[in-house]
């Protein structure tokens, strides 16, 4: 578990070309600058931890590139002790990202080996989410509702509407929407019945799948 001088070298070039390609928020940037990237991949594959690049990791799934957690970071306008649902633990380097933004952390995984893996991971390294919890992203966490903040890490052919109904009002779910490109959607509650919509350019994400526990 080591974080070398070198390692923290290379986060710092990380940053700069993330800024570069447009994530301007200054608490995003630090974050990903104190979130050990490495530590989340095989240690065979150290070389490419600092690359702007997703990259393969267990149960046929990724580790999101680093740019695109920036981004979705960025357009939830997180606040400080806000309640965040992540659909998608994945490696969790997304919900390390939050952690260190010091929000609240609820996150729920639907593959059985990942999700065992990061429950054990996370704290070894200093990032404890609220709840780490085993089942269908499509369905949220309930029992925690409502949420100030939604971000969704898997490609969804249509919003859920079991995630709008756990979003606070005023609050703000960032989702990727499409089958084989998503666009980056915003979706702001306004009231108990009207949604706000914003598109934030494509992406290609994994697929939300659903069912499957």
Known sequence: MIDSPKHQGMRKMLVKLIEEKGVTDKKVLQAISKVPRHLFMDSGFIEFAYQDKAFPIAAEQTISQPFTVAFQTELLQLEEGEKVLEIGTGSGYQTAVLIELK??????????????????????IGYHAKSLVFGDGYKGIPEHAP????????????????????????????????????????????SDTEFEKQEHGSFRFVPLLKDRN
């Open 147 to 190: 949420f100030d903040k939604i971000i969704v890490t898997a490609g969804a052919p249509t919003i859920p509407k079991t995630l709008l109904s756990q979003l606070k009002v005023g609050g703000r779910m960032v989702i990727p929407v499409g089958e084989e490109v998503q666009t980056m959607m915003v979706i702001i509650r306004k």
């Open 103 to 124: 929000a609240k952390v609820y996150s729920i995984e639907r593959q059985q080996e990942l999700f065992r893996k990061t429950k054990l991971f996370l704290p070894k």
